[in-house]
């Protein structure tokens, strides 16, 4: 069983950041892999951003690509999602979300989902 819990979130400005982390508790992190997903108001959950277990691996959806950097320190138990240069569009709630996998990451059969942080941006 793994625990995930998000912070990070608030209320910025467009072209200002976020980082955004993932806390996890309660099994073995390094086994992980980790996804970010953005659910936009009104909208369903997409995948943003993943990051493969050992932390080697690293992806980004086209709409974030070169603003949003992930990271993941397995001592720390933490996924860092870096946002810069954040716009209105990025608004919403992000998840992580954890399975066990192998050398790189995806967004699909997700195990285990934390309960969101709210991202606002607006001017």
């Known amino acids: 069983q793994l625990r995930l819990v998000e912070s990070g979130g608030g209320l910025v400005q467009p072209g200002g950041s976020l980082k955004l982390a993932c806390a996890a508790s309660?099994?073995?992190?390094?086994?992980?892999?980790i996804s970010w997903f953005h659910q936009a108001p009104g909208k369903g959950r997409a995948g943003v951003s993943c990051?493969?277990?050992?932390?080697?691996?690293?992806h980004y959806v086209d709409s974030v690509k070169g603003r949003f950097t992930i990271s993941k320190d397995n001592a720390a138990s933490t996924v860092y999602l870096q946002m810069d240069n954040l716009q209105p569009e990025d608004t919403g709630v992000y998840y992580c979300?954890?399975?066990?996998?192998?050398?790189?990451?995806?967004?699909?059969?997700?195990?285990?989902w934390g309960k969101g942080t709210q991202v606002t941006v607006s001017s």
């Open positions: 979300a954890a399975k066990r996998d192998g050398p790189m990451c995806d967004y699909s059969g997700m195990q285990y």
């Open positions: 309660g099994a073995a992190f390094r086994d992980y892999a």
């Open positions: 990051v493969s277990r050992r932390g080697s691996y690293g």
